[in-house]
Nanobody, 122 residues
Framework: QVQLVESGGGLVQAGGSLRLSCASS????????LGWFRQAPGKDRQFVAR????????TYADSVKGRFTISRDNDKNVMFLQMNSLKPEDTAIYYC???????????????WGQGTQVTVSS
């Protein structure tokens, strides 16, 4: 059974940092793309960042470019999202996802984690 488990969320002041992790069991990390999405209350789930199997292909949403960094360790079956200079508008539930295609839309994901809450206070 494929499973993705996020951790590292929490409450932080604006300008602070958090590091999210996504651990996988099963064969998830054999999928070409892993990614992060987020969903704020009353809003649709939106793309944050994705990374290809070999780590060469990386894409960020414009809203997080220069502040967030995605990475993965295939040997340990873990993906990370380093979030710096956090803003109140980054507040959301953050989900990791795995997919066979390029993960830039929620519909392109085959598997999802349960999500981790990130709250940024002003």
């Amino acid at each position: 059974q494929v499973q993705l488990v996020e951790s590292g969320g929490g409450l932080v002041q604006a300008g602070g940092s958090l590091r999210l992790s996504c651990a996988s069991s099963g064969r998830t990390f054999r999928w070409p793309d892993l990614g992060w999405f987020r969903q704020a209350p009353g809003k649709d789930r939106q793309f944050v960042a994705r990374i290809s199997w070999n780590g060469v292909g990386i894409t960020y949403a414009d809203s997080v470019k220069g502040r967030f960094t995605i990475s993965r360790d295939n040997d340990k079956n873990v993906m990370f999202l380093q979030m710096n200079s956090l803003k109140p508008e980054d507040t959301a539930i953050y989900y990791c996802a795995a997919g066979s295609g390029i993960l830039t839309t929620p519909s392109s994901a085959n598997y999802w984690g349960q999500g981790t809450q990130v709250t940024v206070s002003s």
